[in-house]
Every structure is written in structure tokens, then in C-alpha cells.
């Protein structure tokens, strides 16, 4: 891994990934997660998220399914087992060993299990009343698919299908604010790009909250990256004036609710994965599918900005488009049954002045040429690991073949070459936060393995959800023997 990581060229930029490096890669994000592995489930990382992360257990899974699928399944279903029972998933499950200073907002602020009992939180695990962008059907999908014999056989897609569902349905009827029918966001935490301009404007209208706590991620982030106090202040109050309304959206009264591009387009994928699920069980897939189209035509009507060239959120306040481009607006890609002419302009912005980022090859969280671009701050700038994938599968989805091999490429070398840095600097190619990433390491471990294979998804919706093929069984022979065998022991337990 040393040798890997400390690789440059004379001119400080990061050699070529060889296929040699691949597998030393692969071994060095095969470690990450089971260095990171509690026993049940994955934290993002050992020191500032010391707890189980909504999506980022999903992106886990989609990676560790190359390693264990049995341990992927579990990822899922440990997160699984903190479903409310309105169906919200919330955005962090408890690890009840963990103290409470920790990590803030910890179990004893968000109160989930007395707080939010009417609207059905379990008496236990303690969790998070927020939630987090729905890439669980999709990860639950490739897991699946990774070894479908095993996943038959351990009855995985019948118990997760039901309860995927009742995500999305809170989602659709609990969370549609604005009444367009998309789902909307209600704390900055939701959309998972915690400080992103695009929250500024919305944010700015909540009242700090006025009590004092103390921010356990100041003691393993930099302040600099991370959000200000002032945020942190806003942010408390939205999650305790939740909290006080019984975690109920329809007593809330919601003062910041924003409809975001990147939450509906994994919506979409979502309910695309849910119809192969049904469909793969003998059931019907079709409202899934009808609901992947409704989706797509809102998020087209509603969030699409044809002048900018990018999806905007909607400020459901003022029923305005958030004047601001971030690559949340660059995620639809993702998204199957995009018309042609938006694939092409959002393929533009990604490569013209406003995302293109040569320093690391990487996409930057927010507008290069903006007012408020920050290279280090959180989501205000640093180019960030799944944004990375998402895109790249967009790419692919839209064959746009080559491009999605550069993006592939850049993400696999700048995670090996950062320790799996949590963020990078778009300018510097400097890793940022916390090292040993999750996600940061799942994805790499994905796209190593698409990578390997020349017959990788071809155009069209199986690009996003293979049946069968490239992102099937990858199990741990050939290339993969090479992780050190006591690795190997580890995940066939
Ligand atoms: C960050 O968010 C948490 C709050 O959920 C935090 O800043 O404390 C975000 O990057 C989010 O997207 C991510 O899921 C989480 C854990 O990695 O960290």
C-alpha cells in the first residue's frame, strides 16, 4: 500500500494506476473495510462517524458485495433494522457501545425512541429522525446480483423488497412538501452534502438554536473544512423543532424544505431497482416502473435548468430554483429515461469551466467559478468519492463510455493515492478529512472491478441494473486470492 501511496511523478502528480497497483488497491480497500467493520455493520469512518451512516451503508454494500456478499447483505439489513414504522430509514443507526460525546448530535438529542414513538421509531436501535438519499434499493439490487444463488437462497430480496418499498412510499406521501411530486428534503443533513451553498439562502431563515452543545466532530475534522458554528447552530434547530413536532411531517411545519436533484434522482433508480426486485420475485414491477417515469418527468418539469445546463433545487419556500450549481445538479445522469438533449448539456457542464477539475479528474461538489467555491470546505467545493461513482454510472448509463473510463480511472487513482481520503482538494489533488473512508474505499473496490471487465454494462437501463453480467458474482478467486489469506479467512465467516 506504502509504496502505492507514495508514488509521483517528478511533477507531484499521481502516476498511472497500473494493473499491479490495482491489486495492491484492492488489498489496501479490502483492509478499510474490514478495519471499519463492527461486526453487524460499516462506519464511515473509526473517528468522526464512529456510527452507522444511512448512505453510507448503502455505497458499502455496493463495494463489499466484490468481497463478501453475505457481509453485504448484512450492511444492508443492520440499517434495515432501524426502519421506522412510517418507513422513514433513518440517516444514522446508533451503535449503543459508542459514548455519547463521541459524535454530536448523539442518541440522547435526537431521542428517536421516546420522541418519535407515535410516528412508529423502534423502542431499539436508537437512531437519527432525518434521513438520507435513497441508494439503498439500487445497492440492495447489485448485492443481489452479485451472487443471486446465494441471495435466493438466504431469502434476501423477499425480506429487504417490503421494506424498501415503505421507504420509498414515506418518501412519496409523507415527504412531497411541495406538492409536485417530488420528495423533498427538510434538514441540510438529508441530501447528505451537509454545508453546500445551495442551502445558504434557505438556511439563513432558521433561528440558531440557542443552547450550548459541544461539537465532537471539531476534535477529528479541521474546523476549517468543517461547517461553522453559526450552521451548526441552524442545523440543531431544525433537528430539535423536528424532534418536539414527534418527528411527525405533518405537524412540523417545515422551515427549510427543498426539493434537491441528486435525493430524486436516486429515487429513480430506487423504484427502477424495486421493479426488477418485484419482478424477480413474481411480483409486479410495474408500479415501480410507472413511478420511475412520473419521477423522472418531475424532476425534469420541476428541477431541470435548460440556461445553466444543470438541476437546480427548489426552495419550496418561495417555489423558486436555488441560484446555484453544484454537482447534485450533475447526478440525474444517473437517471435511465433522461431526454438526450439534458444527457448532452449536463455532459457539457461536467466538462466545461464549472466542473472541470484537472488537478484531480475528479468532480468538485460545487461550481469552480462560483462565489462561494471553497476547495477544502465541506461540500463546498472538494471533490468528493460516490459523487465520483454516481456520475461515472451515469456516463455509462448514457454510453458515454470513454468519458466514464477517464472518471473511473481518476477515482481509483486518487483513492489509493489519498490513504481513501473522505474528500480531495479539486485544485491540489490534496486528500481532505478523514482517511480510511468507507465509501471511499467501496467505490474504488466497485470500479476496480468494472474496471476488470472489458464486457462492463452496456447503454440503457441495464447499465444502471444488471440482471446478470459485469456486476454479478466477482468471487473471492483469481485476482481476488491475492488479498492476504488471513483477509480472505475473515470474509468467509
Ligand atoms: C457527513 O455528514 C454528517 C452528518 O450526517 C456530519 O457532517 O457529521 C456528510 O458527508 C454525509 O454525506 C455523510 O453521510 C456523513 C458520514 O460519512 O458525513
Not at 467545493?381 to 463510455?401: D, I, K, M, Q, S
Request: net charge negative; charged share 25%.
Amino acid at each position: 500500500m506504502k509504496t502505492l501511496l507514495d508514488r509521483q511523478t517528478p511533477l507531484g502528480r499521481p502516476a498511472p494506476t497500473a494493473p499491479a497497483d490495482h491489486l495492491t488497491l484492492r488489498r489496501g480497500a479490502a483492509r478499510v473495510l474490514l478495519g471499519n467493520w463492527t461486526g453487524t455493520s460499516t462506519v464511515p469512518s473509526r473517528t468522526l462517524y464512529p456510527h452507522q451512516w444511512s448512505w453510507d451503508s448503502a455505497f458499502v454494500a455496493i463495494g463489499l458485495r466484490h468481497l463478501s456478499v453475505r457481509r453485504a447483505q448484512q450492511e444492508l439489513e443492520s440499517l434495515l433494522a432501524g426502519q421506522w414504522a412510517d418507513g422513514r430509514l433513518p440517516h444514522i443507526v446508533f451503535n449503543p457501545e459508542i459514548p455519547y460525546g463521541a459524535y454530536f448530535p448523539s442518541p440522547d438529542f435526537w431521542q428517536s425512541s421516546r420522541a418519535g414513538r407515535a410516528v412508529g421509531a423502534p423502542a431499539a436501535p436508537e437512531t437519527s429522525g432525518i434521513v438520507q438519499p435513497p441508494v439503498h434499493a439500487l445497492a440492495a439490487w447489485l448485492v443481489h446480483c452479485a451472487d443471486p444463488a446465494e441471495s435466493a437462497r438466504r431469502g434476501f430480496l423477499a425480506r429487504v423488497l417490503p421494506r424498501l418499498t415503505a421507504w420509498h412510499d414515506y418518501l412519496l406521501a409523507r415527504r412531497d412538501l411541495g406538492g409536485g411530486g417530488l420528495a423533498a428534503v427538510v434538514h441540510p443533513w438529508e441530501p447528505g452534502m451537509d454545508n453546500s451553498p445551495a442551502w445558504d439562502r434557505a438556511l439563513a431563515r432558521v433561528e440558531p438554536a440557542a443552547g450550548a452543545f459541544r461539537r465532537a466532530d471539531l476534535d477529528h475534522g479541521d474546523p476549517a473544512d468543517r461547517p461553522t458554528d453559526l450552521d451548526y447552530g441552524r442545523y440543531v434547530r431544525l433537528a430539535s423543532t423536528y424532534r418536539e413536532a414527534g418527528y411527525d411531517d405533518r405537524a412540523t411545519g417545515h422551515r427549510f424544505a427543498l426539493e434537491d436533484p441528486g435525493f430524486n434522482a436516486l429515487l429513480v433508480t430506487g423504484e427502477l431497482a424495486l421493479a426488477r426486485m418485484a419482478d424477480h420475485l413474481g411480483r409486479d414491477g410495474a408500479r415501480h416502473s410507472e413511478r420511475a417515469a412520473e419521477l423522472t418527468r418531475r424532476l425534469v418539469d420541476r428541477l431541470w435548468d435548460d440556461t445553466a445546463g444543470v438541476f437546480r433545487a427548489r426552495d419550496l419556500a418561495d417555489d423558486t430554483l436555488v441560484d446555484h450549481r453544484g454537482v447534485a445538479g450533475l447526478l440525474p445522469l444517473v437517471v435511465p429515461g433522461l431526454p438526450a438533449d439534458i444527457v448532452r448539456a449536463l455532459t457539457d457542464t461536467l466538462d466545461g469551466p464549472h466542473f472541470h477539475a484537472p488537478a484531480t479528474g475528479l468532480v468538485p461538489s460545487d461550481d469552480l467559478t462560483g462565489a462561494t467555491f471553497h476547495p477544502t470546505r465541506y461540500w463546498r467545493g472538494p471533490a468528493w468519492f460516490n459523487t465520483a461513482w454516481l456520475v461515472e454510472r451515469g456516463l455509462r448509463t448514457h454510453g458515454r463510455h470513454a468519458r466514464a473510463r477517464t472518471l473511473r480511472e481518476a477515482l481509483v487513482r486518487e483513492a489509493g493515492r489519498t490513504g481513501f481520503a473522505e474528500y480531495v482538494d479539486p485544485l491540489t489533488g490534496e486528500g481532505r478529512g478523514a482517511r480510511q473512508f468507507s465509501w471511499t474505499a467501496a467505490l474504488a473496490l466497485d470500479l476496480l472491478h468494472t474496471d476488470g471487465h472489458p464486457d462492463a454494462p452496456a447503454t440503457g437501463p441495464d447499465a444502471v441494473l444488471p440482471l446478470t453480467g459485469p456486476d454479478t458474482a466477482l468471487p473471492l478467486t483469481g485476482s481476488d486470492t491475492a488479498l492476504a489469506p488471513t483477509d480472505q479467512e475473515e470474509y468467509a465467516r
